[in-house]
């Protein structure tokens, strides 16, 4: 029987029902996938994700806030009144004593109406600087967050501005790269662009911006370029003035002419711009020439060697981002430089006895004559001289900066150096001294090169025979020192070049044999850095040609080159040694008129078109070169008759400018001889030759160059040939050569006295 009351029946349950119960007594959970009648909370990774509430409150936020700032933004910033830079200050330059040395005078600038700007010039503009202008906005924030990420990634630095808002920074705020001043550039573009036409903010923005050659607004630089009014202007000429907004100095090219490529590239892509908004025809835009600019014509308060001073301090300040070109251009600087007024009055002076006074109006030749130098304290890496030619107003291109003439054979010693750096062997496996023996046969065929044949000339056509290193530096022997770059590597001397001090974008400046013959188009000051470098025992420092800057008061933070160990010292110190040599009894003898213990060497562009000494005391590292220039067309021109000479070789009047102004530099001075540590086997100690080997040929009457180009080696003094077949003595007598058949253009290696292993070996040299 049952226990349950009769007549009372439960009804049956369904599963919802027992749910339900079982949850109320604390019974089992439901099931996966049934439902317990109230939310299921989130468990594991799903915990840390926001809900869709919070998600839409955050995004609600942020929206909330950008629009009462941009609202509290646009209320507070109010458009200002024109700033300082419309009339700008004068730039003063000092010497390192606080001398004056130059000031660069008013700003150029003279507005104009939009309507007197030819309607292409405008377009050109547009096309390189902003090609939606007249249908976007004021500010463009998708192309802002662009350039501050390219900024931020290595792309180059990039504003991402529209023409509103870089009008609204030259004629209203000014150039300093801040947040601060970009948020107010930011409203001030938006109000303006309210209150003003397109057209009205076109026309600000042409007269303010700044071209180049201190010309403020495009009235001012049509005539600063092309000598006439802008309605004058063709769309090729207007191309150009718009492509310099980019860039004003680095694309003017009779300033800069080594950066003429990068200018025209500019100037395709101003016109291909304009082609591709249909503002040109594909025809038109075929037919067109670069027009290259006039001659600039400075400020008559830059005469002499101000000019050059200013225009390579610019240089210097906006190549190191320590302040841009247009906020320079602004003024109100005190810069003083490095520049000693002694030193420098003496490197003018050594150009006057040697060259100027030496020139003559009625030989052609001599229209032609320019003169570079530049002079560095090893110790500090500071630029102490100068010299940039004979009159910025009359010879506005720096030649002391300029990197358009080869180095010739000034660059042998990075050659030398790379194989004492990386203990490179010859083609047998002999260690590169000054003492080994290399075949020194004219146009003898370089091996172990898989480039091509390639077999370079010696100066003159002069033939050696068997010769040592430490000789064929004396007598700059194309062949010795072809060879020996293969023997080392091509790429290993560019890049011992490069870390001495020459720039790795140099022109010309390439991996192969004839890297030695110095093709590469290094400026005066590059290689003198480079020299400085070597005697400074191989510690590298970048040059320094500014020792202060200030403005309202206050000093601006200039960079701290800290220097490093470029090259081992045994490397640079060795080369020091071959250096020697070349002063004591090569081809640079001339420099011994300064009265110091001095290394140096010797170069010859190719064609004779420049002549150069690059050289150093313990206490001073100085290059002159002499240049050959059409004063009309800038065309490059040999130096043959001028000065009344034959020739003008690197032996010749190059390092009499230097051994003059090197004695007047040093005048007073405590007399220092060179403190080296060589490599091992490099002592003042040539081997004899054996028995069979050649005599040097007698100089051939014919001046041959280099087939592949580059530098010639160097002669003697100006006037005289190249070398002959006597050896120039060195500090221990070298055995005269007994004469013997020529030999053949294989190289045939020589054995040398076996050197003792260095403790250093295979061990990595840089950084000792």
């Not at 008013?106 to 309607?119: D, G, M």
């Not at 001599?366 to 570079?372: F, M, Q």
């Not at 870390?499 to 044999?513: F, Q, R």
């Given at each position: 029987m049952?226990?349950?009351p009769?007549?009372?029946?439960w009804?049956?349950?369904?599963a919802?029902?027992?749910?339900?119960?079982?949850?109320?007594?604390?019974?089992p959970?439901?099931?996966?996938?049934?439902?317990?009648?109230k939310?299921?909370?989130r468990?594991?990774?799903?915990?840390?994700?926001?809900?869709w509430?919070?998600?839409?409150?955050?995004?609600?936020?942020?929206?909330?806030l950008?629009?009462?700032?941009?609202l509290?933004?646009?209320?507070l910033?109010?458009?200002?009144?024109?700033?300082?830079a419309?009339?700008?200050?004068s730039n003063?330059?000092?010497?390192k004593?606080?001398?004056?040395?130059?000031r660069?005078?008013?700003?150029n600038?003279?507005?104009?109406k939009l309507?007197?700007i030819?309607l292409?010039?405008?377009?050109a503009v547009?096309?390189?600087?902003?090609?939606?202008?007249?249908?976007?906005r004021?500010?463009d924030?998708?192309a802002?967050v662009?350039a501050?990420?390219?900024t931020?990634?290595g792309?180059?630095?990039q504003?991402g501005s529209?023409?509103?808002?870089?009008?609204?920074?030259?004629y209203?705020l000014?150039?300093?790269?801040t947040?601060?001043?970009k948020?107010k550039?930011?409203?001030?573009?938006?109000?303006l662009?309210?209150?003003?036409?397109?057209?009205?903010i076109?026309?600000?923005y042409?007269?303010?911006?700044?071209?180049?050659?201190?010309?403020y607004g495009?009235?001012?630089?049509a005539?600063?370029?092309?000598?006439?009014?802008?309605?004058?202007?063709?769309?090729a000429?207007?191309?150009y003035?718009?492509?310099?907004?980019n860039?004003?100095?680095?694309?003017?090219?009779?300033?800069?002419?080594e950066?003429?490529?990068?200018?025209?590239?500019?100037w395709?892509?101003?016109?291909?711009g304009?082609?591709k908004?249909k503002?040109?025809?594909?025809a038109?835009?075929?037919?067109?020439k670069f027009?290259?600019?006039h001659t600039?014509?400075?400020?008559?308060?830059?005469?002499?060697q101000g000019?050059y001073?200013?225009?390579?301090?610019?240089?210097y300040?906006t190549?190191n981002?320590?302040?841009?070109?247009?906020?320079l251009?602004?003024g109100g600087?005190?810069?003083t430089?490095?520049?000693?007024?002694a030193?420098?009055?003496?490197f003018a002076e050594?150009?006057?006895d040697?060259?100027?006074?030496r020139?003559?109006?009625?030989?052609?030749?001599?229209r032609?004559?320019?003169?570079?130098?530049?002079?560095?304290d090893p110790?500090?890496g500071k630029?102490?001289?100068m010299?940039?030619?004979?009159?910025?107003?009359?010879q506005?291109?720096n030649?002391?900066?300029?990197?358009?003439y080869?180095?010739?054979s000034t660059f042998?010693?990075?050659?030398?150096?790379?194989?004492?750096?990386?203990?490179s062997t010859?083609?047998?496996?002999?260690i590169?001294?000054?003492?080994?023996?290399?075949?020194?046969?004219?146009?003898r065929?370089?091996?172990?090169?898989?480039?091509g044949?390639?077999?370079?000339?010696n100066?003159?056509?002069?033939?050696?025979?068997?010769?040592?290193?430490?000789?064929?530096?004396?007598?700059?022997?194309n062949a010795?020192?072809?060879?020996?770059?293969?023997d080392?590597?091509?790429?290993?001397?560019e890049?011992?070049?490069i870390?001495?001090?020459?720039?790795?974008?140099t022109?010309?400046?390439t991996?192969s044999p004839?890297?030695?013959?110095?093709?590469?188009?290094a400026?005066v000051?590059d290689?003198?850095?480079a020299y400085?470098?070597?005697?400074n025992h191989?510690?590298?420092?970048?040059y320094?040609l500014v020792?202060?800057?200030?403005?309202?008061?206050?000093?601006?933070p200039?960079?701290?080159?800290?220097?490093?160990?470029?090259?081992?010292?045994?490397?640079?110190?060795?080369?020091t040694s071959?250096?020697?040599s070349?002063?004591?009894?090569?081809?640079?003898?001339?420099?011994?008129s300064a009265?110091?213990p001095a290394?140096g060497?010797t170069?010859?562009?190719?064609?004779?078109?420049?002549a150069?000494?690059?050289?150093?005391t313990?206490?001073?590292?100085t290059?002159?070169?002499?240049?050959g220039?059409?004063?009309v067309t800038?065309?490059?021109k040999?130096?043959y008759?001028?000065?009344g000479?034959?020739?003008i070789?690197?032996g010749?009047v190059?390092?009499?400018?230097?051994?003059q102004f090197t004695a007047?530099?040093?005048?007073?001075s405590?007399?220092?001889d060179?403190e080296?540590e060589?490599?091992?086997?490099?002592?003042d100690v040539?081997?004899?030759p054996?028995?069979?080997?050649?005599?040097?040929?007698?100089?051939?009457?014919?001046d041959?160059?280099?087939?592949?180009?580059g530098g010639?080696?160097?002669g003697?003094?100006?006037?005289t040939p190249?070398?002959?077949?006597?050896?120039?003595?060195?500090?221990?007598p070298?055995?005269s050569?007994p004469p013997?058949?020529?030999?053949?253009?294989?190289?045939?290696?020589?054995?040398?006295?076996?050197l003792t292993?260095?403790p250093?070996?295979?061990v990595?040299r840089?950084?000792?």
């Amino acid at each position: 029987m049952s226990d349950e009351p009769e007549g009372r029946r439960w009804a049956p349950r369904d599963a919802s029902q027992d749910v339900t119960i079982d949850a109320a007594v604390g019974g089992p959970a439901p099931l996966p996938g049934e439902q317990s009648g109230k939310p299921r909370r989130r468990t594991g990774w799903r915990r840390a994700l926001p809900t869709w509430r919070m998600t839409l409150s955050a995004l609600l936020l942020v929206v909330a806030l950008l629009t009462g700032g941009f609202l509290l933004g646009y209320l507070l910033v109010d458009i200002p009144p024109a700033n300082a830079a419309a009339t700008a200050q004068s730039n003063v330059y000092l010497y390192k004593d606080g001398t004056q040395i130059a000031r660069d005078g008013e700003v150029n600038r003279e507005n104009v109406k939009l309507e007197q700007i030819p309607l292409t010039v405008q377009q050109a503009v547009l096309a390189a600087e902003d090609r939606d202008f007249h249908s976007e906005r004021a500010v463009d924030p998708q192309a802002m967050v662009r350039a501050a990420w390219n900024t931020l990634t290595g792309k180059g630095r990039q504003s991402g501005s529209t023409i509103t808002q870089q009008y609204v920074k030259n004629y209203y705020l000014g150039q300093e790269q801040t947040v601060t001043r970009k948020v107010k550039e930011f409203f001030i573009a938006v109000k303006l662009d309210r209150e003003e036409s397109k057209n009205e903010i076109l026309e600000g923005y042409l007269n303010t911006s700044y071209f180049g050659r201190n010309a403020y607004g495009i009235q001012a630089a049509a005539h600063a370029y092309y000598g006439t009014d802008i309605g004058e202007l063709g769309t090729a000429q207007g191309a150009y003035l718009a492509a310099l907004l980019n860039a004003p100095s680095t694309y003017d090219v009779t300033t800069h002419p080594e950066n003429r490529e990068r200018a025209l590239d500019r100037w395709n892509y101003v016109l291909d711009g304009m082609v591709k908004e249909k503002w040109l025809s594909a025809a038109d835009r075929a037919a067109m020439k670069f027009p290259t600019p006039h001659t600039a014509r400075p400020a008559s308060g830059l005469s002499g060697q101000g000019g050059y001073v200013v225009q390579a301090v610019e240089d210097y300040l906006t190549n190191n981002r320590i302040i841009d070109e247009n906020t320079l251009a602004a003024g109100g600087y005190r810069i003083t430089t490095t520049l000693e007024r002694a030193k420098q009055d003496a490197f003018a002076e050594a150009v006057q006895d040697q060259v100027l006074n030496r020139l003559d109006q009625d030989r052609a030749a001599d229209r032609n004559v320019r003169v570079g130098g530049a002079s560095i304290d090893p110790a500090t890496g500071k630029v102490v001289a100068m010299y940039g030619g004979v009159d910025y107003t009359k010879q506005y291109v720096n030649n002391a900066t300029r990197r358009d003439y080869q180095v010739g054979s000034t660059f042998k010693p990075f050659v030398f150096t790379a194989a004492v750096e990386n203990r490179s062997t010859t083609q047998d496996g002999r260690i590169i001294t000054p003492n080994t023996v290399y075949d020194g046969s004219n146009k003898r065929p370089v091996e172990g090169w898989s480039g091509g044949h390639y077999a370079p000339a010696n100066e003159d056509d002069v033939s050696y025979g068997p010769i040592t290193v430490r000789t064929a530096t004396d007598e700059s022997v194309n062949a010795v020192y072809a060879q020996m770059a293969v023997d080392v590597s091509p790429a290993k001397v560019e890049r011992t070049a490069i870390d001495l001090g020459i720039p790795e974008d140099t022109p010309d400046l390439t991996a192969s044999p004839s890297i030695a013959l110095g093709p590469a188009t290094a400026g005066v000051l590059d290689l003198t850095e480079a020299y400085a470098t070597l005697a400074n025992h191989g510690r590298h420092g970048t040059y320094t040609l500014v020792e202060q800057v200030r403005k309202d008061g206050e000093n601006l933070p200039l960079p701290k080159a800290a220097a490093r160990q470029a090259v081992s010292r045994e490397a640079a110190d060795t080369t020091t040694s071959i250096l020697r040599s070349v002063v004591d009894g090569g081809t640079g003898t001339a420099a011994q008129s300064a009265g110091r213990p001095a290394a140096g060497k010797t170069g010859t562009a190719e064609e004779d078109k420049a002549a150069w000494f690059a050289g150093y005391t313990p206490d001073l590292a100085t290059v002159v070169a002499v240049m050959g220039q059409d004063p009309v067309t800038g065309t490059q021109k040999p130096l043959y008759g001028a000065l009344g000479l034959d020739r003008i070789n690197g032996g010749g009047v190059p390092a009499e400018i230097w051994g003059q102004f090197t004695a007047a530099a040093l005048e007073g001075s405590e007399v220092r001889d060179f403190e080296l540590e060589l490599q091992e086997g490099a002592a003042d100690v040539e081997p004899p030759p054996e028995e069979g080997t050649d005599q040097p040929e007698e100089p051939s009457a014919t001046d041959t160059r280099d087939p592949a180009g580059g530098g010639t080696g160097d002669g003697g003094p100006s006037g005289t040939p190249g070398p002959g077949p006597t050896f120039s003595p060195n500090p221990s007598p070298t055995p005269s050569l007994p004469p013997t058949p020529t030999p053949s253009p294989s190289y045939t290696p020589l054995p040398t006295p076996t050197l003792t292993a260095s403790p250093f070996e295979g061990v990595m040299r840089k950084g000792w």
